[in-house]
């Protein structure tokens, strides 16, 4: 079982810039979360799928972030344009169901000049 | 919001003692709580779980426990070993709408 996927594992970008963040969950699970984590903030729900579905995105800081899940196997987070407070690492989760237990990926570590 | 305070925010202990991390939650609508590992560079690792129609549950070594008249949730570590040392974090899901995590205890075991 390769886990939860994520890439890139780094990203450093210039402020302005579009950035995308990759996910594929573990096969089978339904439910997929995005997670923002920072020193100040510790880990923040952004927005949670279930069944490719968004359910809750009242984390999701402001419009310049948005997500989508196209299929089951796929999800994107995408920061346009990119400011220096989103630098963060970024994680995903996917669980058998919304309310079962989450397994994280290692996260991407996001940086914006 | 409804916050998840956590304490404490470190903990140092002897390898071989005990470790306490505790959690207090206001959401009397939160029904499954769990308790992650993170380490260095690494996402959270689930270590157990329990939901709100259990009062305890026992792991290899770890122990959770819950009072949901206080609402206080709390994990227990026997006899630390070196390799415990991490951050670990308590989540409460909260209905239907995901979970929430604490702030976190940095957890650092002395040999």
């Known amino acids: 079982d390769a886990g939860v996927i994520q890439s890139p594992r780094h990203e450093v970008t210039e402020m302005g810039q579009e950035v995308t963040l990759r996910c594929k969950p573990i096969s089978g699970h339904n439910s997929l979360f995005w997670y923002r984590q920072t020193m100040m903030r510790g880990l923040e729900l952004l927005i949670y799928?279930?069944?490719?579905?968004?359910?809750?995105d009242s984390g999701m800081p402001e419009d310049r972030f948005s997500a989508k899940m196209p299929n089951a196997s796929f999800s994107t987070l995408k920061i346009q344009p990119s400011e220096p407070r989103d630098s963060a690492v970024y994680f995903c989760a996917s669980s058998l169901a919304s309310g079962e237990t989450q397994y994280f990926g290692p996260g991407t570590r996001l940086l914006v000049l | 919001g409804e916050n998840v305070e956590q304490h404490p925010s470190t903990l140092s202990v002897q390898e071989g003692d005990n470790s306490i991390i505790n959690c207090a939650y206001s959401n009397s609508a939160s029904d499954y709580f769990i308790w992650y590992k993170q380490e260095s560079g690494k996402g959270p690792q689930f270590i157990i779980d329990?939901?709100?129609?259990?009062d305890k549950r026992q792991g290899q070594r770890v122990t959770v426990l819950l009072n949901k008249t206080v609402k206080h949730l709390s994990l227990q570590i026997a006899a630390t070993q070196p390799g415990d040392s991490a951050v670990y974090f308590c989540?409460?899901?909260?209905?239907?709408?995901?979970?929430?995590f604490g702030s976190g205890t940095k957890l650092n075991v002395k040999p």
């Open positions: 799928f279930n069944n490719n579905v968004p359910i809750d």
């Open positions: 989540a409460e899901r909260r209905g239907g709408r995901g979970f929430y």
């Open positions: 329990i939901r709100s129609n259990m």
